[in-house]
Each structure stands twice: as C-alpha cells, then as structure tokens.
C-alpha cells in the first residue's frame, strides 16, 4: 500500500547509548555492528513499522526522519517541488530500492521510500 508511514530512522551520535536507551524504555530489539566509518542498526519495535538508527558525526543534523513508501519517487518529488517543498537530498539506489529526503513548505524533513520493481 503506498504513501503510507514505512520506515523511522533516528540519528543519534552515540549508538550504544541510544541502543540502551531506546531498548529499555520501548524494549525494542537493536541490532547492528559499527565501524569507524559507518554504524546503521536496526529497530524492531514489534511490528511495523520499524526503522533505523543511524550515527551521525559531529556538525551534521541530528533528528528523526519519518519515511513514506511511494509507488514513483521521481513523480513524488516533482510533485513536492511543484508544490513549494524542496528536494533536500536527490534520490539514491541502494539494493534497487531509492530513497530521498525532502523538506515540506514549512521545513520539516521526511523521507520517500520507493522498492524495486520486480
């Protein structure tokens, strides 16, 4: 079913500190393993939908991004623009799937979410 709430990513600086946080309050089950370079861990809050957690460095937003599943990623974000929000992050592939991030005439940031076609 599309244009539906699919996935929630939480930007965090300190993961262990959130896994513990987040997992105690909520009991969600964490998951992940971090680098240097790179830490994505994902949620599992029960049932869906579930979402990520991702680290963010030093100087970059932190927040939640709430992402919306789309049939057509590109039409959605002309639309968005059409309708005076902005791209704020272009589409992107990852495993055939795209994503993007865009902000509402107001400012508050959401995701898109598109899945391959298969």
Do not use: C, H
Request: aromatic share 12%; glycine share 10%.
């Amino acid at each position: 079913m599309p244009n539906r709430f699919n996935w929630v990513e939480i930007r965090v600086r300190d993961l262990e500190k959130a896994k513990k946080f987040y997992g105690s309050l909520f009991d969600w089950k964490i998951s992940g393993k971090e680098n240097k370079d790179y830490a994505y861990w994902l949620i599992d809050t029960g049932e869906k939908p579930n979402g990520g957690m991702w680290r963010f460095p030093e100087g970059k937003p932190l927040g939640i991004i709430v992402y919306i599943l789309v049939d057509d990623i590109d039409k959605t974000l002309e639309e968005i623009v059409k309708l005076g929000g902005r791209v704020v992050v272009p589409k992107s592939k990852e495993n055939g799937n795209a994503m993007a991030t865009f902000a509402d005439p107001d400012g508050n940031l959401l995701g898109l979410y598109q899945t391959s076609k298969k």
